[in-house]
């Protein structure tokens, strides 16, 4: 397996390891549950013994990086008490968020083939660039103590784990002896940290506050949840921007997360340790706009009592957000334009030129091409934007992810709102798979917010969720068609999406359909759609 796995995918890949004593024990597996007994038990601090079984795992099951999880009962946050290969502030954990966190909440193993493609897993790394190498894979097994889960163990291996991570999908676990062996000691290390726990026994104060101030990050990838072939393009589409300065034009229909991928973007940057300010273009009169982003001096207009910074001095060296960068005006765009173009800018009022440093990332719901054609919106403003281009697809295509966001929302809004509410009914599952979802990720999410606030028991039921999405959306005199009529239909909108995020290449689109290449062009003759047009506008 070689992309992502989402929240869903990733339950599919947990199993229950193996018991101490089941089956037969090999020698690897028994040398290596024979030493962390031994460094467990050694006189030295619980601290000094944690990292030595740390070591152990390196040695003897092929771990190269990994961090050892408690949580803390009172707080109920995921706190590290020991780490190998990277210090630890290159973790945020959270409780219910990222790898660790999923696999606290859920007391079930988490397997990652290659956590560089997995938004769960980087979602909770502070430094992206130490996880480009393709081979890194990742295990998360939760530690289970007396009575309740005191930890969580996380495994990165390098290089043949992540064959192993495949085979453990197929429920081949049992031939990796390494991956068996990990099993062996889960118990042990549960013991070790209740045990550390009941002495009283506490982390370094200065890596606890670490912990702390990562875990109060409000970055999240909620939206960003998903295993279609349509996400996982995203994801690679912005682990490659990430790396560079590239300017970014994200473009999507409204409420398919495209800030959420400006985020993304941003927080696996190297500019995530500064800000990130957001503008958005809609809802900026055109008398402010050059004072809402380049800033002016005291007195430059009435009512200018003190020098402003505008929203460039404020991004300083780290990412300006533009959101809905279609709407302004051409007298707007120009002023916009020559900032891009020279990094050089003066506040209202001011003489003194400042320089931009950030990093700029627009997003728009319009067909700029259209609005170029149109002479709506300034062809060289279109080129400088569209540097590095991302499409995000709506959620009527990435059917396969409503299951996932929905298990999401559900759980955020249950503990915002303070609800019993556990899950969600098989047959109001599937109304929300039926729904076309006119207004995306942003609409489901308003929708199961609603359902969990009035939902009376624990499950939500069909009669929670909101009649629009109860009641069919076609009316009733709408004109009946055919079966042929129905089948060309659906096969002519599959097939022209497809093409459309794949850009008009006949062969992704054909990859993501399960359809040879052949029939992809076969179809797209048939029904008349311009392949080439979607080549060209991509």
Not at 269 to 281: F, G, L, T
Not at 367 to 395: H, M, T, W
Not at 397 to 402: E, K, M, Q, V
Not at 411 to 419: E, F
Request: glycine share 8%; aromatic share 6%; proline share 4%.
């Amino acid at each position: 397996m070689t992309g992502p796995l989402s929240e869903a995918d990733s339950r599919d890949c947990r199993r229950a390891l193996p018991q101490r004593g089941a089956g037969v024990v090999r020698g690897s597996e028994r040398s290596l549950e024979a030493e962390i007994e031994r460094v467990l038990a050694s006189p030295a601090s619980w601290a000094e013994r944690l990292q030595r079984a740390l070591g152990s795992l390196q040695r003897h099951a092929g771990v190269d990086r990994s961090v050892l999880y408690a949580l803390n009962p009172r707080s109920r946050q995921l706190e590290i008490v020991a780490q190998l290969g990277l210090s630890a502030r290159h973790y945020r954990p959270r409780l219910g968020s990222g790898v660790a966190g999923r696999a606290a909440q859920s007391e079930q193993r988490i397997v990652v083939p290659q956590v560089r493609l997995d938004p769960m897993a980087l979602s909770e790394l502070t430094d992206p660039d130490a996880w480009l190498d393709p081979g890194w894979s990742l295990l998360a097994l939760p530690l289970a103590g007396s009575s309740a889960l005191v930890g969580v163990l996380s495994c990165y291996s390098r290089g043949q784990p992540a064959a192993s991570a495949a085979a453990e999908q197929k429920g081949e676990l049992e031939g990796d002896a390494s991956w068996l062996a990990l099993g062996q000691v889960v118990p042990l290390l549960a013991e070790a940290l209740e045990r550390a726990r009941d002495a009283g026994a506490a982390e370094p104060a200065e890596v606890a506050a670490s912990v702390r101030r990562r875990s109060e990050t409000p970055f999240e990838y909620a939206n960003l949840v998903g295993g279609s072939s349509a996400m996982r393009q995203v994801y690679e589409e912005i682990a490659q921007v990430a790396r560079t300065n590239a300017t970014t034009l994200i473009r999507g229909e409204s409420g398919t997360g495209k800030e959420l991928v400006a985020s993304a973007i941003h927080h696996n940057s190297e500019r995530a340790q500064e800000p990130m300010v957001k503008v958005n273009c809609a809802a900026l009169p055109e008398p402010l706009f050059e004072s809402e982003l380049f800033g002016h001096e005291r007195g430059a207009y009435t009512g200018a009592h003190a020098r402003r910074r505008g929203r460039f001095e404020l991004a300083a060296a780290g990412t300006l957000f533009l959101d809905e960068i279609g709407e302004l005006s051409l007298a707007m765009q120009a002023k916009l334009l020559r900032v891009l173009q020279s990094r050089e800018f003066e506040r209202v009022g001011g003489t003194e030129t400042l320089r931009s440093d950030a990093r700029i990332i627009a997003a728009t719901n319009r067909n700029l091409e259209e609005l170029v054609q149109r002479g709506l919106f300034r062809q060289d403003l279109y080129y400088r934007l569209n540097v590095f281009s991302i499409a995000v697809p709506p959620l009527r295509g990435r059917a396969a992810d409503i299951v996932a966001l929905s298990e999401y929302f559900v759980g955020k809004y249950a503990a915002l709102h303070r609800r019993g509410v556990t899950g969600i009914a098989s047959r109001a599952l599937d109304l929300l798979c039926e729904h076309a979802w006119p207004g995306n990720v942003r609409e489901l999410e308003n929708a199961l917010e609603r359902a969990v606030v009035v939902c009376d028991g624990f499950v939500i039921q069909e009669q929670h969720l909101p009649a629009t999405v109860r009641l069919p959306a076609v009316a009733a005199e709408a004109p009946r068609s055919t079966l042929k009529e129905a089948v060309a239909a659906l096969e002519l909108r599959m097939l022209t999406d497809a093409l459309a995020r794949a850009r008009g290449n006949c062969a992704r689109a054909a990859r993501e359909l399960g359809v040879s290449e052949r029939v992809v062009r076969y179809k797209a003759s048939l029904y008349e759609v311009d392949v080439q047009g979607l080549r060209d506008e991509g």
